[in-house]
């Protein structure tokens, strides 16, 4: 015999289907809201660009490419009307390839806070408080230091020092929190961030120095690549970013099932037949790549904040199920960037041009840090 509730049932799946169906319809209208509104927006001294005019230059951009592909015929008339028809032509292919890479760049940002948070079962475990994103600071400078300023183009250089810094700052803290909690299994959170954070201070001491010492060029290209600028679209960029997106997505993607279960104690965990430590260290692996190669294409400076608050942002509106979580941050930190980028071209902001994306991330993201401290007595969740 049903009982009320099991009648009931049915109607509730259809509606958390409905609502759920609304959920994405209302996210994918703010996302192509939000990148219209990037593609449109350039800088404070060039205003907003008409949407028909970027949509012209995008269509003639894929007709220019086919027709140098397959040799066609129209190709020296495509050419022709881009040079005299179009002014807004590489302009607006510019802005397109940075959006896209910001896009991204969010995404793989807010993704690999979510994975600290979870790892760690701490709402403040972010790649900034552990000290990750020194590492990317520290690798940009030497990148600066060697290259002068070249080093706009150095990309190979500035991945290879990042990541280098960058795991070899996480690895520390990973052995100097064990070595000081003495505990044999796991080391305690409030050590590797308390240890984190010391690092990041004597490094940031170092980073400042060169700053001070360093001659007006030498700065003023140390500062663009640090405060995300200045972007370089080139096609190895995306190459390289797209390397990093897919070596640290896939593994976590495969992991999201066991995300759930290390967010309780590791006796938990071994009871349902899962190896705690493996998944935890294997998730930091994936989630520093991800944030050391979003953060060397649009700075490390505050932008590192964005990999803290989205993951609460999304936790808050769509759950805790990693599974859930895993999709929502993609999304909704590669818009909340996006957003940031666009407002930081609309303000000016002296010799730059226009604000730094650091600054105006920094900003937004102070707020939402401060009512996290403040509900941090309420526990992890």
């Excluded at 049932?9 to 209208?29: D, I, Y």
């Excluded at 032509?89 to 793989?108: C, H, K, N, Q």
């Excluded at 909704?332 to 991330?361: K, N």
Aim: aromatic share 12%; proline share 3%.
């Amino acid at each position: 015999m049903r009982t009320g509730l099991d009648r009931d049932l049915p109607m509730r799946k259809k509606q958390e289907r409905r609502k759920a169906g609304r959920a994405v319809m209302a996210t994918g209208v703010l996302f192509l809201a939000v990148f219209c509104f990037s593609l449109c927006q350039r800088t404070s001294r060039s205003g907003f660009v008409a949407p028909a005019e970027v949509l012209r230059n995008l269509l003639t951009w894929i007709r220019f490419e086919v027709a140098k592909a397959y040799s066609l015929p129209v190709f020296p008339e495509i050419e022709r009307m881009i040079r005299n028809e179009l002014p807004l032509y590489y302009e607006t292919l510019s802005r397109f390839r940075i959006t896209v890479l910001t896009m991204i760049a969010g995404g793989m940002l807010a993704l690999g806070g979510a994975v600290y948070q979870c790892a760690f079962r701490n709402p403040i475990a972010a790649p900034s408080i552990l000290g990750v994103t020194t590492g990317v600071d520290l690798g940009i400078l030497v990148t600066v230091l060697q290259y002068g300023q070249a080093a706009y183009s150095e990309t190979l250089a500035r991945y290879r020092y990042s990541y280098f810094f960058s795991l070899l700052i996480l690895l520390f803290v990973l052995l100097a929190g064990k070595i000081i909690s003495g505990i044999k299994k796991r080391a305690a959170v409030t050590d590797m961030l308390l240890v984190g954070m010391v690092l990041s201070q004597i490094i940031g001491v170092i980073y400042r120095y060169y700053e001070f010492e360093s001659e007006a060029q030498i700065l003023l290209t140390l500062r663009n690549l640090s405060g995300g600028i200045y972007i370089n679209t080139d096609t190895i960029s995306f190459l390289f970013l797209g390397a990093a997106f897919i070596a640290g997505f896939v593994p976590l993607f495969l992991l999201r099932f066991s995300f759930n279960a290390i967010c309780f104690p590791d006796d938990d965990a071994y009871a349902l037949g899962l190896r705690p430590g493996l998944v935890r260290y294997s998730a930091l692996l994936c989630a520093t790549l991800l944030v050391v190669s979003a953060m060397i294409h649009v700075g490390s400076a505050g932008v590192g904040m964005l990999s803290l608050i989205v993951p609460h942002f999304c936790r808050y509106f769509i759950g805790a199920d990693f599974k859930k979580l895993l999709w929502g941050c993609l999304v909704y930190g590669g818009i909340i960037l996006l957003l940031c980028r666009a407002l930081s071209s609309m303000i000016s902001f002296g010799l730059y041009g226009s604000l730094p994306l650091s600054t105006v991330v920094s900003v937004l993201a102070a707020p939402v840090f401060v009512s996290i401290l403040m509900q941090q007595r309420r526990g992890w969740e």
